[in-house]
């Protein structure tokens, strides 16, 4: 069965980076869209990356536009997200999710992916 194992995030302070990482098995990350969310306590989950089956459209949300990026290795079947510049407002838990249809329709919206990690905590302290 297809399973999404995230690591990276931890603690670390206004300003600094992290990289967390997504490993997939059973599952091919260039053949699927591939995305970050992440929840905050109390808050919905929300949009952070995606990046499409193809290596074509890559997207991050405007709150984080210029400060994460999202890579994808195929040849080690992971996804990454580059967080720099981090902010106390990125405290939140982190989410790797494959959608495996390929279209873009609703692709912001957590509802339309079919597999999820458990998720990695980052807490940015100010």
């Known amino acids: 069965h297809v399973q999404l194992v995230e690591s990276g995030g931890g603690l670390v302070q206004a300003g600094g980076p992290l990289r967390l990482s997504c490993a997939a098995s059973?599952?091919?990350?260039?053949?699927?869209?591939m995305g970050w969310f992440r929840q905050a306590p109390g808050k919905n989950r929300e949009f952070v990356a995606f990046i499409d089956w193809g290596d074509v459209v890559i997207h991050h949300a405007d709150s984080v536009k210029g400060r994460f990026t999202i890579s994808r290795d195929n040849s080690k079947n992971m996804v990454y997200l580059q967080m720099n510049s981090l902010k106390p407002e990125d405290t939140a838990d982190y989410y790797c999710?494959?959608?495996?249809?390929?279209?873009?329709?609703?692709?912001?919206?957590?509802?339309?992916?079919?597999?999820w990690g458990l998720g990695t905590q980052v807490t940015v302290s100010s």
């Open positions: 059973a599952l091919t990350v260039n053949s699927n869209t």
């Open positions: 999710a494959a959608r495996v249809r390929k279209t873009y329709a609703g692709i912001y919206n957590p509802g339309v992916y079919d597999h």
